[in-house]
């Protein structure tokens, strides 16, 4: 099978966004490539070692590739996705001097390819993801999460995933009961019973994401302890059931412990109420996925919903904050 490959050079700010795009339009696949150079600061508080710059692509840069079946319009597509990126500066998205260009490739040269990249990561003291495709021996105290992310954002690999779980490792203390709302591959989800939480309810809207995080938790052997459902947080704060591969009552009890979400600000910024409403007094909401340019925004709206922020953890260019609900 032959597959159309969308390739969109443009800011490593706009990836979530114009990565949620492709999708929206049909995509069935959507790679990122970001900057390899050595010139971005690394964290290597953990061992890892940067030896080579991993490619070309100048500072600040990223490359998205977004994969279409063969039978689709791509010129309609494209037309479609131009004016989307464009309405981005209205958000205070840069999406630089973007580059949009199309080829056609075979299957096998993509759909498997990408795998050769990922490997097994140390991202905190406790945790490491492994490909399931990997060979690794875990070390005395080191918690594994299997995963396969499929067409699912959320490998560990972005510095939003990697900043949120070392925030999750800093905050759980155990026996929580946590919702992850936007769980994508459900990385997050696993992450936390890996570290300690008793129960997670593990939320998307997007049903390639809930089918990759329901997979990724049996891998995980991880059945009885995360709920994967097709929601959002309003839905489960107004319904006693979530949609998954079959209807259920949730399995935590609203309101919770702890609520993480790695998502966008603007919709970060569209239900804190929610999450203030589905949380504990005293509960603790881990929000990331958020670029410097909207830090402002994200505190002053947390703090209008009445959190107190207790601390905000950075990765590159992007925040993680730490917010709880006064007891």
């Known amino acids: 099978m032959k597959w159309h490959e969308l390739t969109i050079s443009t800011t490593e700010e706009s990836i979530e966004m114009i990565s949620n795009f492709l999708h929206e339009l049909g995509a069935g696949g959507v790679s990122i490539e970001e900057s390899g150079t050595l010139n971005k600061q690394r964290d290597t508080s953990l061992g890892q070692w940067y030896e080579v710059p991993l490619n070309d692509i100048p500072e600040g840069r990223a490359v998205i590739k977004g994969y279409f079946a063969e039978e689709s319009d791509i010129a309609s ?13 209205e958000f205070d998205i840069d999406t630089g001097d973007y580059a949009i260009s199309c080829v056609i490739v075979d299957e096998e040269d993509w759909a498997n390819a ?43 690999t972005h510095p939003t995933t990697a900043l949120c779980l070392r925030t999750l490792e800093s905050v759980i203390r155990g026996d929580e009961e946590v919702i992850d709302v ?20 593990a939320l998307d809207l997007d049903p390639v994401a809930v089918s990759s995080a329901t997979e990724n938790v049996r891998l995980n052997g991880l059945d009885a302890d995360i709920q994967v459902g097709l929601s959002d947080l309003l839905g489960v704060l107004q319904n006693s059931e979530v949609q998954g591969a079959a209807e259920l009552p949730i ?30 007094p005293g509960g603790t909401y881990i929000a990331s996925g958020i670029y410097k340019n909207k830090e402002a925004d994200v505190d002053a709206g947390l703090q209008a919903a009445g959190f107190t922020i207790v601390d905000r953890q950075r990765d590159q260019d992007w925040i993680a904050f730490v917010a709880v609900k006064p007891a």
């Open 182 to 201: 936007g769980t994508g591959s459900g990385i997050l989800a696993i992450g936390a019973i890996r570290l300690g939480a008793r129960r997670v309810l």
């Open 251 to 280: 399995q935590v009890t609203v309101p919770v412990d702890l609520i993480v979400a790695n998502i966008l600000a603007e919709i970060i910024l569209l239900f804190v109420d929610d999450v203030y409403a589905a949380l504990k």
């Open 114 to 156: 990408w795998k050769q990249y990922f490997k097994p990561i140390r991202v905190s003291e406790r945790l490491t993801i492994k490909p399931t495709w990997e060979e690794y021996t875990a070390s005395p105290g080191e918690q594994i999460i299997e995963l396969d992310p499929g067409m699912a954002f959320g490998t560990g």
């Open 77 to 89: 597509i494209e037309q479609e996705l131009r004016p989307r990126i464009d309405e981005l500066s």
